[in-house]
């Protein structure tokens, strides 16, 4: 699996941001978005199944974020897309922002990252 992050950059508080997560091979079980900020722990922010749709928050982003995977397979049936909408952005959402994917228990593949920084 490999997993590219696009999508970020420098916004306003208060204005949107949608990140895109080209998925290359086959989806697992979850996918997610995590995110790191200077001199801070990595955290997890959303996740989803693949297979039930279901979906988990951090407390943080409820009712702001919006996480989604759109399973339509691109390019010979290899990829698929994760997306985060990002609505109602603050500072303290600025972060390096990660795809993942992974089992019930792990996150076992992630991409390189995206920057967002909310002023």
């Known amino acids: 699996v490999q997993l590219v992050e696009s999508g970020g950059g420098s916004v306003q508080a208060g204005e949107s941001l949608r990140l895109s997560c080209t998925v290359s091979g086959a989806l697992r079980f979850r996918m997610g978005w995590f995110r790191q900020a200077a001199g801070k722990e990595r955290e997890e922010v959303a996740t989803?199944?693949?297979?039930?749709?279901?979906?988990?928050?951090?407390?943080?982003?409820k009712g702001r974020f919006t996480i989604s995977l759109d399973k339509t397979k691109r390019l010979n049936n290899t990829q698929s897309m994760l997306y985060l909408q990002m609505n109602s952005l603050k500072p303290a959402d600025t972060a390096m922002y990660y795809c993942?994917?992974?089992?019930?228990?792990?996150?076992?593949?992630w991409g390189q990252g995206t920057q967002v920084t909310v002023s």
């Open positions: 993942a994917a992974g089992s019930r228990g792990s996150f076992n593949y």
């Open positions: 989803i199944e693949s297979l039930s749709g279901s979906t988990r928050y951090a407390d943080s982003v």
